[in-house]
């Protein structure tokens, strides 16, 4: 069996995705509706995240943007890993939302895949994750990690 949890760690991607009440009123159309929010087609959608990431990846490079701006935080992706690998989903539910947002961005949210896929493993009898690579990666402004578990 294959069991896939999809996401990043921290990363506060709200230059691309902006929290709701913040966007501009184009964007929280599309938000809300996608091409049928009539602000803009998918084409130009897609080019706008394209030119907003182009920015956003040079705003890093030049220090416009820094790791506390995007909340890239190694210290919280490496203690989510570590509870991850022991598969303690109890733990794992129990992480507060507000402080991962807080500690880790918006985009920490997506760790609810992560665990999604970890409790079908278990669910499925199959091991735990025990091996796991991680980076800091300002560059594209996410914390990269991934984990698998051996062939049972």
């Given at each position: 069996?294959?069991?896939?949890?999809?996401?990043?760690?921290?990363?506060?991607?709200?230059?691309?995705?902006?929290?709701?009440?913040?966007?501009?009123?184009?964007?929280?159309?599309?938000?809300?509706?996608?091409?049928?929010?009539?602000?803009?087609?998918?084409?130009q959608?897609?080019?706008?995240?394209?030119?907003?990431?182009?920015?956003?990846?040079?705003?890093?490079?030049?220090?416009?943007?820094?790791?506390?701006?995007?909340?890239?935080?190694?210290?919280?992706?490496?203690?989510?890993?570590?509870?991850?690998?022991?598969?303690?989903?109890?733990?794992?539910?129990?992480?507060?939302?507000?402080?991962?947002?807080?500690?880790?961005?918006?985009?920490?949210?997506?760790?609810h895949?992560?665990?999604?896929?970890?409790?079908?493993?278990?669910?499925?009898?199959?091991?735990?994750?025990?091996?796991q690579?991680?980076?800091?990666?300002?560059?594209?402004?996410?914390?990269?990690?991934?984990?698998?578990?051996?062939?049972?």
């Open positions: 069996m294959l069991y896939i949890g999809s996401g990043g760690l921290s990363h506060h991607p709200t230059r691309y995705y902006p929290l709701p009440g913040e966007a501009t009123p184009s964007v929280a159309a599309w938000q809300l509706a996608g091409p049928q929010g009539g602000s803009l087609s998918e084409p959608w897609l080019g706008k995240l394209y030119e907003d990431h182009v920015t956003g990846a040079d705003m890093l490079i030049s220090g416009k943007r820094t790791e506390a701006d995007i909340r890239l935080n190694p210290e919280f992706d490496r203690e989510f890993m570590a509870r991850f690998t022991t598969g303690d989903l109890d733990a794992l539910a129990a992480l507060d939302a507000d402080e991962c947002f807080a500690r880790a961005g918006i985009g920490s949210l997506e760790l895949t992560w665990i999604a896929a970890l409790a079908a493993q278990c669910a499925a009898g199959g091991p735990l994750p025990s091996r690579i991680y980076a800091p990666t300002l560059e594209y402004g996410i914390g990269y990690g991934m984990a698998w578990s051996p062939p049972p």
